[in-house]
Nanobody
Framework: VQLVESGGGSVQAGGSLRLSCAAS?????LAWFRQTQGMEREGVGT???????TVVNSVKGRFTISRDKAKNTLYLQMDNLEPEDTGMYFC????????????????????WGQGTQVTVYT
């Protein structure tokens, strides 16, 4: 499966961005990861084929995941953005349920997009 991210950009703190991940097929699990400065790539949220969506606690209340199955697209709506959200955001996919052991298991995803840059400035 090929994954193409879009929607990144530069925004002032407190602003919003909506990222899109378009998949070339219909994997069961689509996920958003991000890599911020000095940090390892971490899972942000997922959308599964049964309609279940999940976001991690650290962004809950600010970030929302949604999935359009007809378009094979996963969205990440990011509101009230903070400078700490600055980083590269990646889409990932697997043809199985989204893996979770307290965090999204990065190594379980075989398919990755190229990423889209998000910059939040003060």
């Amino acid at each position: 499966v090929q994954l193409v991210e879009s929607g990144g950009g530069s925004v002032q703190a407190g602003g919003s961005l909506r990222l899109s991940c378009a998949a070339s097929s219909d994997p069961y699990c689509l996920a958003w990861f991000r890599q911020t400065q000095g940090m390892e790539r971490e899972g942000v949220g997922t959308g599964e084929g049964d309609g279940t969506t999940t976001v991690v606690n650290s962004v809950k209340g600010r970030f929302t995941i949604s999935r359009d199955k007809a378009k094979n697209t996963l969205y990440l709506q990011m509101d009230n953005l903070e400078p700490e959200d600055t980083g590269m955001y990646f889409c990932a996919a697997r043809f199985a349920p989204c893996p979770w052991d307290g965090a999204f298991i990065r190594s379980a995803f075989a398919f990755w997009g190229q990423g889209t840059q998000v910059t939040v400035y003060t």
